[in-house]
Protein backbone atom coordinates (compact mmCIF):
# COMPACT_ATOMS: atom_id res chain seq x y z
CA UNK A 1 0.00 0.00 0.00
CA UNK A 2 1.90 2.82 -1.24
CA UNK A 3 -0.15 5.69 1.01
CA UNK A 4 1.21 3.99 4.13
CA UNK A 5 4.62 4.09 2.73
CA UNK A 6 3.82 7.96 2.34
CA UNK A 7 2.56 8.63 5.32
CA UNK A 8 5.16 6.89 7.20
CA UNK A 9 7.88 8.35 5.78
CA UNK A 10 5.99 11.95 6.51
CA UNK A 11 5.82 10.64 10.35
CA UNK A 12 9.68 10.43 9.98
CA UNK A 13 10.58 13.28 8.49
CA UNK A 14 8.39 15.02 11.00
CA UNK A 15 9.89 13.54 14.06
CA UNK A 16 13.37 14.15 12.09
CA UNK A 17 12.04 18.49 12.22
CA UNK A 18 11.07 18.45 15.76
CA UNK A 19 14.54 16.57 16.90
CA UNK A 20 16.56 19.11 15.17
CA UNK A 21 13.49 21.91 16.69
CA UNK A 22 14.09 20.75 19.79
CA UNK A 23 18.22 20.82 19.57
CA UNK A 24 18.18 24.51 18.05
CA UNK A 25 15.22 26.04 18.84
CA UNK A 26 13.52 29.15 16.96
CA UNK A 27 15.68 30.60 14.16
CA UNK A 28 14.88 33.54 15.26
CA UNK A 29 12.22 36.18 18.13
CA UNK A 30 11.26 39.54 17.43
CA UNK A 31 8.61 42.04 18.69
CA UNK A 32 7.06 45.45 17.83
CA UNK A 33 4.48 47.81 18.91
CA UNK A 34 2.24 48.79 16.59
CA UNK A 35 -0.26 52.11 17.89
CA UNK A 36 -3.69 52.54 15.91
CA UNK A 37 -2.87 56.24 16.03
CA UNK A 38 0.14 55.83 13.59
CA UNK A 39 -2.46 54.24 10.97
CA UNK A 40 -2.75 56.29 8.16
CA UNK A 41 -3.94 56.09 4.67
CA UNK A 42 -1.10 54.03 3.01
CA UNK A 43 -3.09 52.68 0.24
CA UNK A 44 -1.96 54.67 -2.53
CA UNK A 45 1.82 54.66 -0.80
CA UNK A 46 4.22 51.80 -0.15
CA UNK A 47 4.28 52.20 3.69
CA UNK A 48 7.68 50.64 3.34
CA UNK A 49 9.03 53.58 2.53
CA UNK A 50 7.43 56.00 4.53
CA UNK A 51 9.35 57.66 7.33
CA UNK A 52 6.96 56.35 9.99
CA UNK A 53 7.45 52.88 9.73
CA UNK A 54 10.52 52.46 6.85
CA UNK A 55 12.81 51.14 9.65
CA UNK A 56 10.38 48.48 11.27
CA UNK A 57 9.83 47.07 7.44
CA UNK A 58 13.69 46.85 6.97
CA UNK A 59 13.39 44.58 9.93
CA UNK A 60 11.15 42.74 9.06
CA UNK A 61 12.09 41.99 5.70
CA UNK A 62 15.07 40.47 7.59
CA UNK A 63 12.45 37.32 8.72
CA UNK A 64 12.69 34.89 6.24
CA UNK A 65 11.18 31.36 7.58
CA UNK A 66 7.73 30.04 8.48
CA UNK A 67 6.37 32.51 11.08
CA UNK A 68 4.34 31.95 14.09
CA UNK A 69 3.02 35.10 15.51
CA UNK A 70 0.69 37.02 17.90
CA UNK A 71 -0.76 39.82 18.62
CA UNK A 72 -0.80 41.15 22.33
CA UNK A 73 -3.38 43.99 23.36
CA UNK A 74 -0.84 46.28 25.72
CA UNK A 75 -3.24 49.82 26.11
CA UNK A 76 -5.74 49.75 28.78
CA UNK A 77 -8.80 48.86 26.95
CA UNK A 78 -11.67 47.04 27.63
CA UNK A 79 -11.73 44.38 24.76
CA UNK A 80 -15.33 45.12 24.71
CA UNK A 81 -14.82 48.21 22.69
CA UNK A 82 -12.74 46.17 20.21
CA UNK A 83 -14.59 43.51 19.52
CA UNK A 84 -17.24 46.19 19.09
CA UNK A 85 -15.31 48.17 17.04
CA UNK A 86 -14.26 45.44 14.58
CA UNK A 87 -17.89 44.35 14.34
CA UNK A 88 -19.00 47.58 13.33
CA UNK A 89 -16.38 47.88 10.76
CA UNK A 90 -17.76 43.76 9.14
CA UNK A 91 -21.07 45.54 8.87
CA UNK A 92 -20.21 48.55 6.64
CA UNK A 93 -20.64 48.45 3.51
CA UNK A 94 -17.83 46.43 0.73
CA UNK A 95 -15.16 45.63 4.17
CA UNK A 96 -12.31 43.94 3.45
CA UNK A 97 -11.85 40.64 4.95
CA UNK A 98 -11.25 40.18 8.30
CA UNK A 99 -11.08 37.18 11.01
CA UNK A 100 -14.13 35.59 12.44
CA UNK A 101 -15.39 37.04 15.49
CA UNK A 102 -15.64 33.98 18.33
CA UNK A 103 -19.02 32.83 19.45
CA UNK A 104 -18.16 32.56 22.62
CA UNK A 105 -15.64 35.44 23.50
CA UNK A 106 -13.13 35.27 26.17
CA UNK A 107 -12.97 38.44 27.15
CA UNK A 108 -10.08 37.88 30.00
CA UNK A 109 -7.45 37.54 27.47
CA UNK A 110 -5.34 40.22 26.73
CA UNK A 111 -4.16 38.40 23.67
CA UNK A 112 -5.70 39.48 20.10
CA UNK A 113 -4.80 36.94 17.63
CA UNK A 114 -2.50 34.09 16.43
CA UNK A 115 -1.40 33.23 13.36
CA UNK A 116 1.16 32.15 11.25
CA UNK A 117 2.90 32.54 7.31
CA UNK A 118 5.25 29.81 5.75
CA UNK A 119 6.78 32.96 4.47
CA UNK A 120 7.18 36.40 3.72
CA UNK A 121 6.13 37.79 6.78
CA UNK A 122 6.53 41.69 6.60
CA UNK A 123 3.56 40.72 3.81
CA UNK A 124 1.07 39.66 6.66
CA UNK A 125 2.05 42.51 8.39
CA UNK A 126 0.99 44.42 5.72
CA UNK A 127 -2.43 42.50 5.34
CA UNK A 128 -2.98 42.96 9.17
CA UNK A 129 -2.86 46.61 8.96
CA UNK A 130 -5.31 47.22 6.28
CA UNK A 131 -3.35 47.95 3.39
CA UNK A 132 -2.93 44.87 0.79
CA UNK A 133 -5.24 45.75 -2.08
CA UNK A 134 -6.99 42.63 -2.62
CA UNK A 135 -9.58 43.03 -0.40
CA UNK A 136 -10.59 39.17 -0.40
CA UNK A 137 -7.35 38.30 1.51
CA UNK A 138 -7.93 37.86 5.23
CA UNK A 139 -5.97 39.99 7.64
CA UNK A 140 -7.02 42.10 10.59
CA UNK A 141 -7.28 45.53 8.36
CA UNK A 142 -6.24 47.52 11.71
CA UNK A 143 -6.80 50.58 9.62
CA UNK A 144 -10.09 51.00 9.68
CA UNK A 145 -11.33 49.86 12.47
CA UNK A 146 -8.69 50.79 15.33
CA UNK A 147 -7.56 54.87 14.36
CA UNK A 148 -10.11 56.10 16.91
CA UNK A 149 -9.19 53.74 19.49
CA UNK A 150 -6.62 54.17 21.94
CA UNK A 151 -4.53 50.60 20.96
CA UNK A 152 -1.35 49.77 21.56
CA UNK A 153 -0.47 46.43 19.82
CA UNK A 154 2.51 44.21 20.34
CA UNK A 155 2.96 41.46 17.55
CA UNK A 156 5.11 38.56 19.42
CA UNK A 157 7.35 37.25 15.81
CA UNK A 158 8.82 33.28 16.23
CA UNK A 159 10.50 32.39 13.41
CA UNK A 160 11.82 29.23 12.59
CA UNK A 161 13.70 26.72 10.23
CA UNK A 162 12.50 26.69 6.43
CA UNK A 163 11.83 22.71 7.00
CA UNK A 164 9.42 23.39 10.09
CA UNK A 165 7.02 25.10 7.28
CA UNK A 166 4.12 22.03 6.96
CA UNK A 167 4.25 22.19 11.10
CA UNK A 168 3.16 26.04 10.97
CA UNK A 169 -0.53 25.02 11.08
CA UNK A 170 -0.45 22.26 14.05
CA UNK A 171 2.08 25.06 16.16
CA UNK A 172 -0.53 27.50 15.57
CA UNK A 173 -3.53 25.77 16.86
CA UNK A 174 -1.53 24.58 20.09
CA UNK A 175 -0.83 28.49 20.57
CA UNK A 176 -4.09 29.42 20.10
CA UNK A 177 -5.61 26.81 22.40
CA UNK A 178 -3.20 28.51 24.97
CA UNK A 179 -3.64 31.87 24.25
CA UNK A 180 -6.94 32.11 23.37
CA UNK A 181 -7.16 35.23 21.47
CA UNK A 182 -10.61 37.27 20.81
CA UNK A 183 -10.51 36.79 17.51
CA UNK A 184 -9.94 34.40 14.44
CA UNK A 185 -10.73 30.32 14.29
CA UNK A 186 -8.22 27.71 14.94
CA UNK A 187 -9.48 24.31 13.81
Known amino acids: MPH ?3 LNNFIDKTIDNLENFRKSGVKSEF ?3 LESSDLEDYNSIDIRK ?7 FKELQNINGPVLY ?3 IVSDIQNNLVIDSLQKYKETKNPKATPAIKKGINYNTKVLYVGKVKGIFWGRVIQHMGYFKNTQTQGLQLYY ?3 HLPLILQFHVLEFELE ?7 IEYA ?3 ELKPLIGKHK
Open 4 to 6: IKY
Open 164 to 170: MANLMSV
Open 70 to 72: WIE
Open 145 to 147: WTT
Open 175 to 177: FAQ
Open 31 to 33: SFN
Open 50 to 56: SPKFEEL
